[in-house]
């Protein structure tokens, strides 16, 4: 018998799908902390040391994210005979919204909506640039694992010239991958900058005042990894001075706890009033989250639940010193 | 010398950046028409019946846009005589706006924004499905012309299984590419309809009540065509039911005159109030319009002038009968 305890928000109805992929030999705990605690397996995103140390038998920590909390990798880090895991089931979603984003700020969708609601047919800024053409144009993208690989695709499949930028170039990467000290080299061809990176002490503040400073214009910052990777005062004032075109937001500085979450309280996402701004397309951290990938999510943690309980290796394995 | 009429809305600055760009044996007049009138090539969108009689010289019309308004295709039908062509420079920027508006839609993009200016992150329906995963999903494009190529080179990009259709199938295309009467069987399995046909009097309506009721209830429709393709009373319909998940639309079934157009006064678009609805993206007819394509039509334009003057055949002539 495998015990496993899961402690994150699930509904009835995702439990109960979930039992029914789960192998007749696995014992599914949920919520508070059983007692007597004997699971071998945590699934949970942001566990305190005594979650760690309730069970003698833990062995196992799944965080069901694609991207695991530093925090919870700081953490982690301390229990060195812990086995740590992620879940990167959403990286489809999270390139699709990545592209989503992308679009919506290049092609200035909101505020074109926004003022043909009113029936005005006219560019809401007349006289200055109300959208970018990305055919041709050069698209850098900052990450180049399972999400940065779609988005190329992508992005490709609309005409641009890709460039990724890695944390190691690897000596089989194509043409178009490099390492990180091309970044200022790169920046100001770059009319899409896409941020599909880990978040790492390393990639903290990655891109601030003179990282924005290099990119033209015309230039669009989508940022789906962690908010922090991009200062959000610099970011703040190259959008509201409009030293860039725009950007696409899913992840910030700031985030509701769980009862803020369950009231659907107000809970502004950083210390700048992004929100009064037209050149930014704001979405609330849910580039992995769309109905479809809550059921992968279930799936791929289902998958690697089986593959214990059948002695198998759990995949993901993830080293939290390093963050990935 | 050749002698061209241009009778269509520039700014003084593209009028100097046009002449630019033409051969010096080129002699251009612009906006009423020029006393005594001896050009050999009209330049204009909407031709009145006396602007084709003006000049006893012409034998040339350059309508200045992709897609040739329908009374001007019947009106320049009554001329044999008249060799018409079109200007398809914005084939890139049109397929750009159909995917941003495809991805806009199927998103959420903007009642999340919406929601989330006022720091609320829940989705902005809850217990109802919020965004639409494209990914392995099926899409449909209508007209497999210079945009619908584009458009499903990007979507394939985006990993989504393309089908498109053509009015006559082609002994060389490929098994993706069907003739019209597969659109009945197509429609129930397509999560994305985009619609890139030239109107013609065949293709008006194309899209009624019937084939909206054909698609399943996550599908995203997406017009960069023309408005009357699709039934407008049937779309508000669908839509207002939710019948369909969501709508990006970028061409209407009513337009403001170049009085309103110039003053910027608030015109309807439609008979029903699209603009009451969230799950419509609404885009006053600016595909093919984006800054950049600006500079495209004019390079286009030249390019055909210039061809012309040179004695050499004019690029993209249509058959004013078939409307392509």
Not at 62 to 75: Q, Y
Not at 98 to 126: C, M, N, Q, S, T
Request: charge should be neutral.
């Amino acid at each position: 018998m495998l015990h496993v305890h899961l402690q994150f928000d699930l509904t009835p109805d995702q439990i109960r799908y979930l039992k029914t992929l789960l192998d007749g030999t696995i014992c599914l705990t949920v919520g508070e902390t059983p007692q007597p605690a004997r699971f071998t397996i945590l699934v949970h995103g942001f566990p305190r040391r005594e979650d760690l140390l309730a069970s003698p038998n833990l062995h196992t920590l799944i965080i069901p994210w694609a991207g695991p909390p530093l925090e919870t990798l700081r953490l982690a880090a301390q229990f060195p005979w812990l086995q740590v895991h992620n879940l990167p089931y959403n990286a489809a979603p999270t390139a699709e919204m990545a592209v989503a984003l992308l679009l919506a700020a290049a092609k200035g969708i909101l505020p074109y909506d926004r003022k043909f609601r009113e029936h005005r047919w006219g560019p809401p800024h007349p006289g200055r640039r109300n959208s970018v053409l990305l055919e041709g144009a050069m698209a850098l993208i900052l990450g180049y694992g399972r999400v940065g690989r779609r988005v190329a695709e992508a992005l490709r499949g609309l005409g641009m010239e890709v460039r990724a930028l890695r944390r190691e170039r690897r000596p089989d990467d194509p043409d178009h991958v490099y390492g990180p000290q091309a970044l200022p080299e790169l920046l100001p061809q770059a009319a899409a900058l896409v941020i599909c990176l880990p978040h790492t002490p390393e990639t903290t503040g990655l891109i601030g005042a003179r990282e924005l400073a290099l990119l033209p214009p015309q230039a669009v910052l989508v940022n789906v990894a962690r908010g922090e990777i991009v200062d959000q005062a610099a970011l703040y004032h190259a959008l509201a001075e409009r030293r860039i075109f725009a950007a696409g937001i899913d992840v910030w500085y700031h985030y509701p706890d769980r009862a803020q979450r369950q009231r659907d309280a107000p809970v502004p996402p950083a210390a700048f009033p992004f929100h009064q701004l037209d050149n930014v397309v704001m979405s609330p951290h849910r580039a992995g989250w769309s109905e479809e990938s809550e059921d992968l999510r279930l799936r791929h943690l289902a998958a690697a639940l089986n593959a214990a309980a059948r002695g198998q290796p759990l995949p993901h394995r993830i080293d939290p010193a390093r963050g990935y």
